[in-house]
Structure formats: C-alpha cells, structure tokens
C-alpha cells in the first residue's frame, strides 16, 4: 500500500532549527516493516506543492501530524488533498491528541489518532488495505460507511460516520515494550535539507544530525507542560536497543551529532550509567551528543554528568523555569533552587557545556518574581538561557488557570507559539505589557553583559555562524512584521 505522511510547514518567526520529524519517522518505520511503500512530504523542506506530489504519488492514505500551532495548516493540507481525491486522511500529534473533536468534525478530516500514534497507525492502515482489497477504489467515504464497521474495533481514534455519528473509542494503551519499535525511518527524509540540532550555538557544516529517543513519557506533571496528554508511566529503552541504533547513525548514517529528545531521560540513572559505559566500550563516544529537553537536576550526579561526559555528551539543558520559591512550587515541578544549583555546578565541573530553559510569565507572577528569574539566570550562567513566555497550550493546568482566572489574549491556534514578543494571557495584576518588557528585559539583561559578550565572540562557532546569530537575535526582539509576512506565505503554500 502507498502511504504518504506530512509535517505541515510551519516556519517560526525566528531562524530555529529544522530537523526531521521524529514522530513521522517512527510511524514511516512501523509502515515499512509492515510492507507499505512511504513518501514522506515535510512542507518545511519540499520544494513541491503539496497537491502536485499527491497527484503524482496517488497515496492509499494519508497522515498528518500537527502541534497547536501547525493544526490550522494541517486542516488547509487536508483541504487542498481532498480536493484532489477522497483518499483517508488521519490527524495525529498533540494538539488533535488534546482536542479530538475539533478536527474529527472537520469534513477534510476522517480520523484523528490520539497519543502515540505507532499502534493506530497500523491498524488504521489495516482496515484501509482491507478495503481497498474488497474494492480497488476504496475511498475514505467507503471507510466512514456506518454498516461497514471498517474502524470499529481501533482503541484511540476519533471519528465520524457518514450518518454524522461522533465515535470516540477508548484510549490505545501506550506502547508496552519500546524495544520492539523499529528505529526512525531516516532515509525518507531529504536529510541534506536540515540544520544541525543548535544552528545558534554550533557552526556544523552539511551537518548530519539525527535524534535518538532513549524513553518516552515523564512521570512528572509540571503545569505548564503538554507532556500531561502523554501516559503518565515513563518507559524506557533498554540500554543495548539503544546503543544498537546508535551505533547504525554513527557508523551507517554517519552522525556527526546526536540530540536525545527524551523528556526526562535520567529518571532511572543506573540505565543511563549502562549507556555510557557501552558507548565507550563500543568506541562510540567520539560523536558529541545532547540532551536537547533537560533532564531532571533533582538526579543529575557529579558522577552520572561525569559518566556521560566521558561517553560524548558535550550539552546538557535543565527546566528551571523560576527563580522565585513559590512560583517554582506553585508549577509542580517539585525541585528546589540549591537542588539546581548543584546540577549546575555539577554539569560545569564536569566540563559540560548548559542550557538553562526559563520561563516569565507563569501565573501569579509580580515584577520582583520575573526579576527572579532573570536574576537566577545570571547566577546559574548557562552556556544558553533560553526564556519563554508562558503560553498556555490546551490540556495543561496553566491553560485552564488563564481561563478561569485570567485573560487569553490569543485566539488563533497559529498564536501558540512563544518566541514572538506577545504575551498571551494577562492574569490580576500581571498585566501583557509587565511580561513582554520582562521577556525583553530578560534577553538583554543575560546576554549583553560583558563577560558573556566576550565568551560569546571568543568562540569559534560564533564567527562562522555570525550572521545567522545576529539575525537570530534581532528577530527575537523585533519580530512583529516577520510574522504578518511568514503567515501570509505559509497559508499560500497550500
Ligand atoms: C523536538 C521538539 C521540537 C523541535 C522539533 C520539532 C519536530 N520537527 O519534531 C523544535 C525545537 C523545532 C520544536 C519546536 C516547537 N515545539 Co516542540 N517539541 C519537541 C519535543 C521535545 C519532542 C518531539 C518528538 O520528537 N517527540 C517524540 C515523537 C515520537 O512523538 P510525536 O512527535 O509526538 O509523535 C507521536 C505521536 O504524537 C503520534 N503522532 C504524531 N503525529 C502523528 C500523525 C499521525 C497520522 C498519527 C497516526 C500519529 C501521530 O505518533 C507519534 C509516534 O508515537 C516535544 C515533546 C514531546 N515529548 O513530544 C515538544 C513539543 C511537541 N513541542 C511543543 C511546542 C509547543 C513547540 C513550539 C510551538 C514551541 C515554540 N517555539 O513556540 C514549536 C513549534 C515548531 C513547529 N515547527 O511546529 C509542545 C507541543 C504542545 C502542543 N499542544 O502542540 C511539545 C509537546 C512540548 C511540551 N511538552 O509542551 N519542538
Ligand atoms: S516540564 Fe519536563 S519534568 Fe515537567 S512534566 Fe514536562 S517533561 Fe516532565
């Protein structure tokens, strides 16, 4: 069967990375080792118009992946294929994961997969090959016939019926065992047309970088964080699966650089520990890699950090968000500062290069909590302090907070994005006008001190990469018409 998957494009207003999707990649792999023939379309990278490669490919069915703010280009994807042809048409990703029905009554769309998506996938693309083997024209109305019962029996799908019926099944249970995944289809992704993982920060020329997912899942729930529409149980690799498909990018796929995109890989240390001592054992440790999302500080040992260190790792981020006690109790992050403190200083002794993840904004937040946090940032000194304005994604606790207490000011799915110099939310006294002047203020304030302008010039990525930096920050603080322009052509390319 001939399967075509889609990132809808989707350009943030500053130059931020561009890498393969991981989520795509997964679910080309499992349609590969079940026999299916993929064309994966990332709208980020492809040169084609999305309705010329679907005439020219004729795909049994499509899916398509979408975070809140691509959701809105991924209904204008469907549109346009559809207009082409009725062929089935899934939506997956966390934003339909968190809102089903909005895009289940869409007609453009006929099933929306809810969490992760391998298992779905499959036994979507089943009772598709099954259609189609009862009829060759089989079409995604075919599939919606009520007397067919054709999605029945799938556990985590939304969908209607031609008779406008909802159905809303049951969740999937989380895939159980992760080893028995097969590794991310890379070579369907045009791979010449990515960045490497950190543009800003490390010059790679013609990088080949891949990403690696290790364990799934955070048993965490902080407030502000869409990981809540994941299963709760974190589940992990085993530390020989993952050091068999780290090997295959260094030695097949030639990594020069390997981001882990777990959401809290350190959960269980003595796995970790057993990564490293088999990427050095196995003389893999010469391919630097970073743990692009944080790991957890309140497990972050001079000895695991030391441990990994020796096993290649060159980065390591941390969500510290606040630098205020109460806020940072209020989001249920369940750490403390000298808890931090120390996962720094670790990290540093070790000769880890950080990244610090902060967020102005939360709720509750007063102008001496912001400063907080801007003055926490300065003491912990990251390599990177990376600083959000709070966006409140729906399905967090911080969205409905904003909702009962405070003020959304976004109303547009294609807003939900927080590198943009726009508060979206006000709440009490936090008014949009204090969190944007923070936000600004926080930039400033980390980045044009002295002392980290001159280890700024002084690295050598900085110059090969200067014009990308300053173009980077200028969009940062003045990012306004950029995006009115960005809007206006990405709705155009469908
Ligand atoms: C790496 C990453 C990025 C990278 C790369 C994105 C990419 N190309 O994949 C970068 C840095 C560019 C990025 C940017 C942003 N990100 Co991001 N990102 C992630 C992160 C940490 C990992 C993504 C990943 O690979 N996951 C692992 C794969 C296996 O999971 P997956 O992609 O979700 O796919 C699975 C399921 O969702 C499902 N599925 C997905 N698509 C489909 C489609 C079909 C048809 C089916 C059946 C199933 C299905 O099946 C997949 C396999 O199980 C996630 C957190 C997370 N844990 O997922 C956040 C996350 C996805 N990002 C998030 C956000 C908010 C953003 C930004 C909007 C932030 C911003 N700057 O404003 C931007 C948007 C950029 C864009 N172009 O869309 C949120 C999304 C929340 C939401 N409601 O949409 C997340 C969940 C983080 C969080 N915890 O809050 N991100
Ligand atoms: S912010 Fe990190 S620790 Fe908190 S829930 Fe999200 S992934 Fe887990």
């Known amino acids: 069967m001939k399967v075509m998957l889609i990132n809808p494009k989707f350009r943030l207003p500053i130059d931020t990375r561009t890498t393969p999707h991981l989520g795509l990649a997964y679910l080309a792999a499992v349609s590969e080792r079940r026999g299916d023939e993929v064309f994966l379309f990332d709208a980020d990278v492809e040169d084609e118009h999305v309705t010329d490669a679907v005439r020219r490919y004729q795909p049994d069915v499509v899916g398509i992946t979408a975070n809140t703010p691509q959701v809105k280009q991924a209904w204008r ?11 089935p048409i899934v939506i997956g990703g966390p934003h339909p994961s968190v809102i089903p029905l909005e895009s289940a009554e869409r007609p453009e769309i006929d099933v929306v997969a809810r969490g992760e998506g391998e298992e779905i996938w499959l036994a979507v693309c089943e009772a598709v090959e099954k259609g189609l083997a009862a009829k060759p024209a089989f079409t995604a109305h075919d599939m919606l016939d009520p007397q067919a019962k054709h999605l029945s029996h799938i556990l985590g799908i939304t969908f209607r019926t031609n008779d406008g019926q909802m159905h809303n099944h049951p969740d999937h249970p989380p895939v ?8 991310p289809a890379y070579h369907v992704f045009k791979m010449d047309r990515y960045t490497n993982l950190q543009p800003a920060t490390d010059a790679i020329e013609g990088a080949r970088s891949f990403s690696v997912l290790t364990s799934r899942g955070c048993p965490y729930r902080c407030t502000f964080c869409s990981q809540s529409i994941m299963p709760q149980k974190w589940r992990a690799r085993s530390a020989e699966s993952v050091l068999a498909e780290w090997r295959h990018l260094v030695e097949e796929l030639g990594a020069q650089e390997i981001g882990v995109l777990d959401d809290s890989a350190n959960i269980k240390v003595d796995r970790l520990m057993d990564l490293a001592d088999l ?6 440790n010469h391919v630097p890699w970073i743990f692009v999302n944080g790991i957890r500080a309140n497990l972050a040992s001079r000895e695991l950090l030391g441990k990994l260190k020796a096993a290649g790792l060159k980065r390591t981020a941390f969500g510290v968000e606040s630098g205020d006690p109460d806020i940072l109790l209020s989001i249920d992050k369940k750490i403390d500062h000298d808890t931090i403190r120390r996962a720094f200083k670790n990290a540093k002794e070790v000769g880890l290069e950080t990244i610090g993840f902060f967020i102005i904004g939360l709720p509750g937040e007063t102008e001496e909590t912001m400063e907080r946090t801007i003055q926490f940032a300065i003491e912990l000194d990251p390599m990177i302090a990376n600083f959000s304005m709070l966006t409140p994604y729906p399905g967090t606790a911080v969205y409905e907070i904003a909702k009962r207490q405070g003020r959304i000011l976004v109303e547009d799915w294609e807003d939900y994005v927080f590198f943009e110099g726009k508060a979206r939310y006000e709440m009490g006294e936090m008014s949009a006008e204090l969190i944007e002047r923070k936000w600004r203020e926080s930039y400033r304030r980390f980045y ?9 010039v002084t690295r050598k990525d900085f110059w090969i990469n200067w014009r990308r930096t300053f173009r980077m920050a200028f969009r940062t603080l003045f990012p306004r018409e950029e995006k009115t322009e960005l809007k206006k052509a990405v709705e155009a390319s469908v």
């Not at 994807?77 to 062929?87: E, M, P």
């Open 279 to 284: 990427l050095i054992e196995n003389k893999l």
């Open 176 to 183: 159980a065992d992760l080893d028995s995944l097969p590794w």
């Open 77 to 87: 994807t469907a549109q346009a294929i559809k207009s082409i042809k009725d062929v």
């Open 448 to 456: 044009l001190r002295p002392s980290r302008v001159l280890r700024i």
